[in-house]
Nanobody, 121 residues
Framework: QVQLLESGGGLVQAGGSLRLSCAAS????????MGWYRQAPGKQRELVAA???????NYADSVKGRFTISRDNAKNTVYLQMSSLKPEDTAVYYC???????????????WGQGTLVTVSS
């Protein structure tokens, strides 16, 4: 069974930085795309950033220039470096993996349990 384990969330002051990590486990052969989503209280979950196995990236307009997504394919791990954080970045951040091949099983999409990021003003 494939699992995603996020880490790195916490409380930070506005203008500060945090780095989120998400490691996939479970006899993984390959992962197509990995990404970070977030959900603030009372709002829908939204895409923050995504990265393909080839390194192509996509960012939400609200985080462009402040957040950087990267991945280590050998470790099946994706990172989100967040800088110049704003109070509106406060949310639960979820890791997602799409197109996961593990053993003889294909997983269309796998989600982590989420990690809370709180940015104080």
């Amino acid at each position: 069974q494939v699992q995603l384990l996020e880490s790195g969330g916490g409380l930070v002051q506005a203008g500060g930085s945090l780095r989120l990590s998400c490691a996939a486990s479970g006899s993984i052969f390959s992962i197509n795309a990995m990404g970070w989503y977030r959900q603030a209280p009372g709002k829908q979950r939204e895409l923050v950033a995504a990265i393909t196995s080839g390194g192509s990236t996509n960012y939400a307009d609200s985080v462009k220039g402040r957040f950087t997504i990267s991945r280590d394919n050998a470790k099946n791990t994706v990172y989100l470096q967040m800088s110049s954080l704003k109070p509106e970045d406060t949310a639960v951040y979820y890791c997602s993996a799409q197109g996961v091949r593990a053993g003889k099983t294909w997983y269309l999409e796998v989600w982590g349990q989420g990690t809370l990021v709180t940015v104080s003003s």
